[in-house]
């Protein structure tokens, strides 16, 4: 049986998206290394001591069938700035997730998320077929929960006491979706925020 999920390449006017591999490595710390972004506590970004691990889930899931990782490269400059993936993914009822979303601080708060979700999401509901596309995020991570929301995504609710965190924390997790029958607005408003509408 062929995996659903096929190593592609997606680009924009901004950003490449490039299937993650292991030669990423030291450029995904230095991306991460601009707002050391691994200190902060409501999510996982990685550091020089956890990209291993990192790296080995991503592929292990690729392997699978249940994610799809990208690194994203800057076209001006062609360094990597940061990752995202298709994860969760479950091809007989063709959903997934969009998520383990990070970028270098210098690209924060500029075009780059929203073409990145933008390539993501044609991929998924135009080539992949989805019925439903999840992001979802930690409860305390406001930042994540906006960007989500000027995207175009509903909230579905919050999963209390969703996950159990490194230090014994407990992560309450906001889902958010699109579903097949709002992508064409949802695309119509991304390609309106980036200036191509």
Sequence with gaps: MS??????ELEGDLVKLIPLQRKHR??????????ELWKLWFTSIP???TIDAYLDYALTEYKNDRALPFVVVDKTTNQVI????????????????????????????????????????????ENLKCIAVELRTHWHNRA????????????DGVLRNHQIDADGAI???????????????????????????
């Design 144 to 155: 994540s929960r906006n960007a989500i929301a000027r995207l175009g995504a509903k909230q």
């Design 26 to 35: 030291d450029e995904l710390v230095k991306a991460a290394a601009d707002g």
């Design 47 to 49: 550091s020089e001591k």
């Design 82 to 125: 940061g990752t995202t993936r298709f994860c969760n993914a479950n091809s007989h009822d063709k959903r997934l997730e969009v998520g383990f979303t990070w970028y270098a601080k210098r690209v924060q708060r500029t075009g780059v998320n929203t073409e990145c979700k933008y390539l993501l999401l044609s991929h998924a509901f």
């Design 171 to 197: 992560r309450d997790t906001v889902v958010f979706s699109i579903l097949r029958e709002e992508w064409l607005v949802v695309k119509k408003s991304l390609k309106f925020k980036m200036g191509q509408y």
């Design 3 to 8: 995996n659903w999920l096929i190593e592609t």
